[in-house]
Nanobody
């Protein structure tokens, strides 16, 4: 099994930056890709960014240009850096691992952007 633990969320002012971390443990050899999703109150979950085991990246349209996903293979950790934060970025951010038998979700970390 794969376990994911997110960290780095918090309260930040609009225009600021934040870096979220997602540490993976367990059967990490089963991970094909890692994604970040977010869910704002009253809205459906949306893809923020993703990175494959080969290093290819993808970004959601709503954050493209403001977000960078990266990883530290030695630490089994994926990062999400968000710049020029806006109040509409307020959401719970989830780390997701694509594994052979499905998807594993972390518990989420709250990001709140004040105007």
């Amino acid at each position: 099994q794969v376990q994911l633990v997110e960290s780095g969320g918090g309260l930040v002012q609009a225009g600021g930056s934040l870096r979220l971390s997602c540490a993976a443990s367990g059967s990490i050899f089963n991970i094909n890709a890692m994604d970040w999703y977010r869910q704002a109150p009253g809205k459906s979950r949306e893809l923020v960014a993703g990175i494959t085991s080969g290093g290819s990246t993808k970004y959601g349209d709503s954050v493209k240009g403001r977000v960078t996903i990266s990883r530290d293979i030695a630490k089994n950790t994926v990062y999400l850096e968000i710049n020029s934060l806006k109040p509409e970025d307020t959401a719970v951010y989830f780390c997701v691992a694509d594994v052979k038998i499905g998807r594993v979700w972390g518990q989420g970390t709250q990001v709140t952007v004040s105007s």
